[in-house]
C-alpha cells in the first residue's frame, strides 16, 4: 500500500497560493486547451482530489530545447503551478540530485509507483553498437528508456526527437537514431513534436494528461488534435497574401517589407502541422513567419531530409490528417460518392472552426 | 467621420491599437481615439510606451467613406472571379497551382449585412464574407482576424484588401488544391461544405450548462 500522496491543490496551498490564483490557473489551463468554462471547474475538481502523478522526464540524444521552452511558459504562475502540480522525481537536467543519488530517484519511482507514472522522453535513443552512443549512469539510453517504459503509465514524446527522430536521425543516420515509437511499443504514446513545441502546447498536454488521467484526442500520427490539426498555412495572418498571389521574392524587397507570403521563399507553412500560427510564441508575442521568417516545417517527419530550408516548396502532401482511406485517391471525380464528399466537407468545415469542447473530448 | 478611426500599431510588437475595439486591457471604452487615451497608457501586450506607436498607411480618414454613403453592393461574385483571375498570373507557375482548376464563386448569397459563398481557386479554397455595404471593412487592416457566429460553431476569418473589392474576410478550406482532379469535384466539394457550414451543430445550439456553485463547492463536477 503506498503512502498517500499529496494533490496538486495540498501543494499549492502549502507554498502559499491563494485559492483564487488556483481557481483563475484552472480557467487560464481551460483556455489555453480551448476548453469552456465547465472544464475549469473539472479541472479544479481533478486537482483538488487526484493525487500527483509522478512524472519521469529521461533525456536521449537531445539538445534540451524541449526543457528550454517548458520551463519558459510564459505565464509565471503557470510556470510554477505546472513545476509544482506533476510531481517531477526525475529529470536528469533539472533536478538538483545527481549521480547515483539521482538514479536512486528513478529507481524508487518506478518501484513505488510502478503502473501509476507518466514518463516524459526528450530526444530519442540510437540503436547502433547497441546504443552505444548515448551513455546514461552507465547504461545504454534505450536499455533505460525500455525499462522504465514497461513500468508506465502513458508515454509523452516530446519535440521532433522523439516523436520522429529529427536532426541525429538525419541522413546518413551514422548512430541510427530512432523515434521512442521504434522501441516501445505497449505503451499509450502521445507525440508532441515540434522543434521545440510551443511552451503553451507543452504545458497543456501534460496538464490534460495529470488532470484528465487519459490521452486527449490524438490525430492518426499520434499528436493532440486540440493543438496540431491545423497547417500553419490554414490559419497564417499572411495568408491573404498567398491568396492574392503577393509574395516576397528575394530577402528584403519592398514585398518582405510589406509582409507578402514567403513561400516562394521556402515557407513550409503549407505542409506543416502546428499550432504556431494561432498560438504563437513568447506569451503569444509572433511567430518565425511574423518576425519574416518562412517556417522550417520542424514539427514534420524528416524535416531535415526535404532539402534547403529555402528551397521552394514542391511536393505537397495532399492529405490532410483527417483524411481516410477512401480520400487517398483523390476527390478525383465528380460523383465519386456523394456520400466521400459529404464527409470531407464536413471535416473541412471542423477543421476551419474554432475548437469547442466536443471536439477536445476523447473521441 | 473622425480621426477616431485611424489605427495605430505598437512599434515593437505590431500590436493594433483599433478604436473601434478600445482596449480591454485598460478599460478603454470601444470608439475611443488614439489621441483621446490617458497618458499612461502603454501597449497591452508589450508595454512600450505610447510614443512609439505608429499610424498605420492606409488607413486615413479619407479611405473610409462617411457612414449612409456606401451603396448596397449586388452579388459580389463577378468582381471576386476578376480580383483572383488578376493573381492567377503570379501563381500560374507555381507547383501550388493545379492547372485543372479556375476561379470561380459558388454560392454567394446574403446573409444579414455581408455576402457569404466559396471562392474556388487553383491554388485555394476559401469561405469568402463580402460586406453588402461597399468597402464598409476597408478599416481593417490586412491579415487582422475577426471571428463569425455561425450555425455551426465559431471561425476566424482573416482580413484580405482586394482589387475593385476592397476588405473581404476570407476563411480557408483547402489549400493547396492537389485533391482536386476537376473543376466538377471542386465545385461539389464547395457546394458540400457551404452546407455544412450553414447547417446548424446540435451540440452548439443545446446552450453549455452553467457551472453550479453549490455543486461545485460540495465536490461535485459541476
Known amino acids: ?363 | 467621420m473622425s480621426a477616431s478611426v485611424v489605427r495605430w500599431e505598437c512599434g515593437v510588437c505590431w500590436h493594433v491599437y483599433d478604436p473601434a475595439e478600445g482596449d480591454p486591457v485598460w478599460q478603454i471604452a470601444p470608439g475611443t481615439a488614439f489621441a483621446d487615451l490617458p497618458p499612461h497608457w502603454r501597449c497591452p501586450r508589450c508595454d512600450t510606451e505610447k510614443a512609439r506607436f505608429i499610424a498605420l498607411e492606409g488607413d486615413s480618414t479619407l479611405s473610409h467613406p462617411p457612414p449612409g454613403t456606401g451603396r448596397a453592393e449586388g452579388d459580389p461574385s463577378a468582381a471576386l472571379v476578376r480580383a483572383y483571375e488578376a493573381a492567377s498570373v503570379s501563381m500560374r507557375d507555381l507547383p501550388v497551382y493545379n492547372r485543372a482548376l479556375t476561379v470561380e464563386a459558388i454560392g454567394f448569397h446574403r446573409r444579414e449585412d455581408a455576402w457569404l459563398g466559396i471562392v474556388v481557386t487553383p491554388w485555394f479554397m476559401n469561405l469568402v464574407l463580402v460586406p453588402a455595404m461597399a468597402r464598409a471593412w476597408d478599416g481593417w487592416g490586412a491579415g487582422s482576424r475577426r471571428e463569425w457566429r455561425f450555425p455551426s460553431g465559431r471561425y476566424d476569418f482573416i482580413t484580405t484588401h482586394l482589387d475593385g473589392l476592397g476588405a473581404v474576410q476570407t476563411c480557408s478550406l483547402f489549400s493547396p488544391m492537389a485533391d482536386f482532379a476537376t473543376q466538377a469535384a471542386a465545385r461539389e466539394m464547395a457546394v458540400a461544405a457551404l452546407d455544412a457550414f450553414l447547417a446548424p451543430d446540435p451540440a452548439l445550439s443545446e446552450p453549455p450548462r452553467p457551472v453550479d456553485r453549490r455543486a461545485f463547492l460540495r465536490g461535485g463536477r459541476g
Not at chain 1, 508532441?192 to 496538464?207: D, K, S
Not at chain 1, 484528465?212 to 493532440?224: I, K, S, V
Not at chain 1, 506543416?272 to 514539427?299: E, F, K, M
Not at chain 1, 460523383?335 to 474554432?354: L, M, W
Request: net charge neutral.
Open chain 1, 1 to 363: 500500500m503506498p503512502e498517500p500522496q499529496e494533490t496538486f491543490y495540498d501543494v499549492i496551498r502549502r507554498q502559499g497560493i491563494t485559492r483564487r490564483s488556483f481557481m483563475k490557473f484552472c480557467s487560464l489551463t481551460a483556455a489555453s486547451m480551448g476548453l469552456g468554462p465547465t472544464f475549469a471547474a473539472r479541472i479544479a475538481h481533478a486537482m483538488e482530489t487526484k493525487p500527483r502523478i509522478p512524472v519521469l522526464w529521461m533525456h536521449g540524444l537531445e539538445c534540451t530545447c524541449c526543457s528550454e521552452s517548458f520551463i519558459r511558459s510564459a505565464h509565471p504562475l503557470v510556470k510554477d503551478v505546472i513545476l509544482s502540480m506533476i510531481s517531477l522525481d526525475y529529470d536528469d537536467t533539472l533536478m538538483a540530485a545527481a549521480g547515483h543519488q539521482a538514479e536512486a530517484c528513478l529507481e524508487e519511482t518506478r518501484r513505488k509507483y510502478k503502473g501509476h507514472y507518466l514518463l516524459a522522453v526528450e530526444g530519442n535513443p540510437p540503436l547502433n553498437e547497441d546504443g552505444m552512443y548515448c551513455i546514461t549512469a552507465g547504461k545504454p539510453f534505450v536499455n533505460t528508456l525500455r525499462e522504465v517504459a514497461a513500468d508506465a503509465q502513458a508515454v509523452i514524446a516530446w519535440g521532433t526527437c522523439a516523436s520522429w527522430g529529427c536532426v541525429q536521425a538525419a541522413r546518413p543516420n551514422p548512430t541510427q537514431a530512432v523515434p521512442i515509437d521504434k522501441v516501445i511499443f505497449d505503451k499509450p504514446i502521445v507525440k508532441v513534436p515540434g522543434c521545440p513545441p510551443i511552451a503553451e502546447v507543452m504545458t497543456a498536454v501534460i496538464t490534460y494528461l495529470v488532470t484528465f488521467g487519459e490521452l486527449p484526442a490524438l490525430d492518426r500520427q499520434r499528436r493532440p488534435k486540440m493543438f496540431y490539426s491545423q497547417r500553419i498555412h490554414d490559419k497564417c495572418y499572411r495568408r491573404a497574401h498567398f491568396d492574392a498571389g503577393q509574395f516576397v521574392e528575394s530577402w528584403d524587397d519592398e514585398a518582405a517589407r510589406e509582409g507578402f507570403c514567403l513561400y516562394k521563399m521556402g515557407c513550409k507553412g503549407p505542409t506543416t502541422y502546428n499550432a504556431c500560427s494561432t498560438v504563437r510564441w513568447n506569451n503569444g508575442v509572433s511567430y518565425p513567419i511574423q518576425s519574416g521568417h518562412p517556417c522550417l516545417g520542424c514539427a514534420e517527419d524528416d524535416f531535415w531530409d526535404k532539402g534547403s530550408f529555402y528551397d521552394r516548396l514542391t511536393t505537397i502532401q495532399p492529405l490532410g490528417i483527417e483524411g481516410t482511406a477512401n480520400e487517398i485517391g483523390g476527390y478525383a471525380a465528380a460523383g465519386v460518392g456523394g456520400a466521400v464528399v459529404a464527409h470531407a466537407a464536413i471535416s473541412a468545415i471542423k477543421r476551419a472552426r474554432k475548437s469547442d469542447d466536443d471536439d477536445r473530448k476523447q473521441d
